[in-house]
Nanobody, 122 residues
Framework: QVQLVESGGGLVQAGDSLRLSCAAS????????MGWFRQAPGKEREFVAA????????GYAESVKGRFIIFRDNAKNTVYLQMNSLKVEDTAVYYC???????????????WGQGTQVTVSS
């Protein structure tokens, strides 16, 4: 079965950087659009970034543009989220997701990981 396993979360200070990883198995990784989402306490889950199987960016949330970078390594079946200049408001559980089409990745990806907590202190 498909598994998406996030790692790399933790507690950091505002201004720090952190890199999240999402290792995928059970699917032809290069055929899937991969995305990152996050959910802060008391808020709905929101789209952060996505990338096609051929590493074309599908955009970023306005709140992270210029600070976060999504990239993937198809040889390792892994997608990453490099987070720079972290802010307190970036605190959330971060999820990776896999979708078969670009048109659905922001709204309804087929597969989800279990999430990893990122906490940014002031």
């Amino acid at each position: 079965q498909v598994q998406l396993v996030e790692s790399g979360g933790g507690l950091v200070q505002a201004g720090d950087s952190l890199r999240l990883s999402c290792a995928a198995s059970g699917l032809t990784f290069s055929s899937y659009v991969m995305g990152w989402f996050r959910q802060a306490p008391g808020k709905e889950r929101e789209f952060v970034a996505a990338v096609t199987g051929s590493s074309i960016s599908l955009g970023y949330a306005e709140s992270v543009k210029g600070r976060f970078i999504i990239f993937r390594d198809n040889a390792k079946n892994t997608v990453y989220l490099q987070m720079n200049s972290l802010k307190v408001e970036d605190t959330a559980v971060y999820y990776c997701a896999a979708a078969t089409r670009s048109s659905v990745v922001r709204r309804n990806p087929e597969y989800w990981g279990q999430g990893t907590q990122v906490t940014v202190s002031s």
